[in-house]
């Protein structure tokens, strides 16, 4: 069963995205404010996927990305930046930090399944082989 955690600053674009991925079978979602308020999520259980805005008031995505990325235990984490920044600038940064996918908004509910539903495979099966 995925553990998926959301964050946006805006509680209608999380509400967007839990909405867009609940079809995936059997997830369960935790949603953040703020990039402080997910790192403290993700010191709390495991996730199996992180949905995350860049712009946010404290920590901003990328810094997230860049704790994920420096952490034994969260190294792995599949994370798929969803922003409204669409240069090639931002895009380049947040793949360098470490995000796995970069999405702007608006998205579309099969843009976004999809990116999940290949994220999690993949995280799936390198987690089988060991």
């Known amino acids: 069963m995925p553990e998926v955690l959301v964050v946006d600053d805006s509680k209608v ?3 967007m995205v839990v909405a867009c991925l609940r079809p995936y079978p059997d997830s369960r979602f935790t949603q953040a404010s703020s990039g402080l308020e997910a790192i403290e999520q993700l ?3 495991p ?3 992180l949905v995350l805005d860049l712009n946010m008031p404290d920590i901003g995505g990328i810094e997230v990305v860049e704790f994920v ?3 034994d235990h969260l190294r792995n984490l599949p994370i798929i ?3 409204t ?3 090639e600038a931002s895009r380049e940064r947040a793949l360098q930090a470490g995000a796995d996918r970069f999405m702007t908004k608006p998205f579309t ?3 976004i399944q999809g990116a999940a539903r290949a994220l999690l495979e993949k995280s799936s099966a390198e987690a089988s082989r060991g």
């Open 13 to 15: 674009m999380r509400d």
């Open 43 to 45: 010191s709390l259980k």
């Open 47 to 49: 996730y199996d996927l």
């Open 69 to 71: 990325r420096g952490q």
């Open 81 to 83: 930046i969803v922003t």
């Open 85 to 87: 920044r669409g240069d």
């Open 109 to 111: 509910p099969d843009s």
